[in-house]
């Protein structure tokens, strides 16, 4: 997730230093990890969570995808298409009034539900997202730590206003734990008002297991992660002639009861700025908190991942777009990042059609695939 405020400032300084620089490139390609299997989930079931970028990006997967996503858990992130358009314009709202207001620029506030309404519907006139009315019933969990100085509760709130407004189901708005802006766990990580690497702190409240419960129903107790973690190649899933954001390789955990048989749940947990295994290692995909609860509970847990982005010029590496591995809430990658043709929502998309065995989603060079419950290639 996002740094110090001061590592905020900079990177609005770089970018306003950039902007008249080519578009950054993306990671080099490394010897590629085995495609991800077919896994026949139901695809009735998908829900999505994430946090800090993490966080926007599930609000606008679930937005954009509502007739495919059946629910979303935030944590420390703002409202659809809080930062707008026109970048790199864009990016001074996501560091103002989407995220550290109160420090940075205090008289500009929190964000505006009814900007965000207006573009959500707007988008939908458009045929760039979902109809709203998939949002209808949806479950929602939103997650604000007392101490979070980087995104206030006030910019989280805002999105159960947003949710509110389209009906989407019971929307739980958990903001009694002590924790800064990281991901929560019950014992595994920093202490709970740390703000640094691996951004995972030990608060005692289980955020993935309370998130799970509130999107799935009543679940059976955690169990020992006895499953496997696959890692899959994330390229296939994208235009590689644009800016996309996503790293070469992302994560896959299968329970054990998933890998003979057909009908699982599907969620998808989205890490932070600064939290890709690039950063990290194995920490989020291993201890944030979902494998267990999906082992006792035949869930399928996709981990993608994004990449960090920098920009080379005269020699210099510059802070752009996207120097610590954020995923794309403010439009870096184009101003369709919020809809379907957004790089990053069509690339999940995409992984979702091929884990229920569909065929490759428009716009993706990803196979498809027959279901293949013993995760073949």
Known sequence: MPGRRWRGRAALAAALLATALSAAGEPARADAAPPLPALCIDAST???????????????????????????????AGPYACAGTRYPASLFRALTIC?????????????????????????????????????AGDPVLLFSGRKDALVPSAVVSTTGEFYRAFGSGTVTFVDTVDASHAMVTPMFGNPCDAVEPPFINACGFDLAGA???????????????????LAFDQHAFVDRNRTHGLANTGFLYVPQGCSAAAGCRLHIALHGCRQ???????????????????????????????AALTTRFLGIDLPWPNPQGCWDWWGFTGDDYATHTGPQIAALAAMIGRLAGSAAVSGSSAPGSSCDPAGGG
């Open 46 to 76: 998908v829900t999505v969570s994430g946090v800090s970028s993490g966080g926007f990006l599930a609000h606008q997967l679930h937005v954009a995808r509502s007739r495919s996503i059946a629910g979303a858990g935030i944590f420390a």
């Open 99 to 135: 995220s550290d207001f109160p420090d940075l620029v205090p008289f500009l506030g929190p964000p505006d539900a009814e900007r965000s309404i207006r573009a959500a519907r707007s988008a939908e006139d458009a045929g760039a997202i979902d109809p709203v009315s998939g949002l």
């Open 211 to 229: 998130t799970l419960q509130h999107l799935t129903g009543p679940l059976q107790p955690p169990a020992p992660p006895d499953g496997r973690i």
């Open 276 to 306: 890709s295994a690039d950063l990290i290692g194995d920490a989020f995909y291993r201890n944030a908190g979902y494998n267990t609860w999906a082992e006792a509970n035949r869930i399928i847990v996709l981990y993608p991942q994004a």
